[in-house]
């Protein structure tokens, strides 16, 4: 049984005991792990460090989606049989990544009771933040996006110890996540720091104080009863069909 501690070391701990050391592998700053299109045969588990997920489209412009950190899995649409990668993911700082191949993922969701309610709970909040995304960028300006990203990265209202110091995140990374230029970054940046919400002392520091900008915004109640009453219950539904359809087993029930 594993204890209740935090989701990150019960990841760690079942890790530790499906396969050997050498599934870990050490990831340079801007090093490609996989790009976009390629074969979805293996999920990744970040140990240590951080990536940035991108996606490119026809055109050739780029987007990044997320930045993730300690205690992030990605690469999990392995699940989906023959699928290709939908993002492109690239070591953001020197990483520590864990390589779990899908044959064994599915076999722990399927074994694993504990491990199978840590990783779907995991893929819940990862959708709920999908969400919350969506509807930040049609009803947020620029500036309240960029806030949001910020204490993201610093770990702000995850249930967690928020870590206050955001390393190796460049503000065209930052201008890409929100959606924006570079120069409004820059601007909102300078901003943010003569307000005192966020400091430059050996690298960028965000203060729980930015959270005042968004604490009070009445779509952060919308985006909470989206993510409990429509997100949550249609993902956890999909997630049942797709192991039960992955395992082989010959039973497919219809996601509702």
């Given amino acids: 049984m594993i204890k209740r501690r935090s989701r990150a070391s019960s990841f760690q701990q079942f890790l530790e005991e499906i396969g050997p050391r050498e ?8 090093q490609t792990i996989y790009s ?3 074969l ?9 460090g951080n990536v940035k997920l991108t996606v490119t489209s026809q055109s050739g412009k780029k987007a990044v989606i997320a ?8 690469g999990t649409g392995c699940l989906a049989r023959r699928s290709l990668r939908m993002t492109g993911a690239a070591a953001l700082t020197q990483a520590s990544i864990a390589r779990v191949e899908r044959r064994v993922l599915v076999r722990m969701i399927h074994q694993e009771p504990d491990f199978a309610r840590l990783f779907i709970s995991y893929l819940t909040s990862r959708v709920g933040r999908i969400a919350e995304d969506l509807i930040d960028h049609h009803f947020s300006s620029s500036e309240q996006r960029l806030a949001r990203v910020l204490l993201r ?20 990374t930052l201008a890409q996540m929100v959606g924006t230029t570079r120069s409004r970054v820059s601007h ?8 005192g919400y966020i400091s430059y002392n050996g690298g960028l520091r965000v203060h729980g104080s930015l959270q005042g900008m968004v604490l009070h915004d009445w779509r952060n109640l919308f985006m909470k009863w989206l993510t409990r009453d429509l997100v949550v219950p249609t993902i956890c539904a999909r997630v049942s069909w797709l192991t039960a359809e992955t395992a082989g087993s010959g039973l497919r029930p ?3």
């Fill in 188 to 195: 909102f940046m300078n901003k943010f720091r003569k307000l």
């Fill in 36 to 38: 976009q299109g390629d």
């Fill in 254 to 256: 219809s996601p509702k």
């Fill in 67 to 74: 930045v993730l950190g300690r205690g992030d899995f990605f």
């Fill in 40 to 48: 979805a045969d293996a999920a990744f588990y970040i140990q240590g």
């Fill in 153 to 172: 990265l610093a770990h702000f209202g995850e249930g967690r110890e928020p870590e206050p110091a955001v390393s190796a995140v460049s503000q065209d």
């Fill in 23 to 30: 599934k870990t592998r050490e990831f340079l700053g801007r």
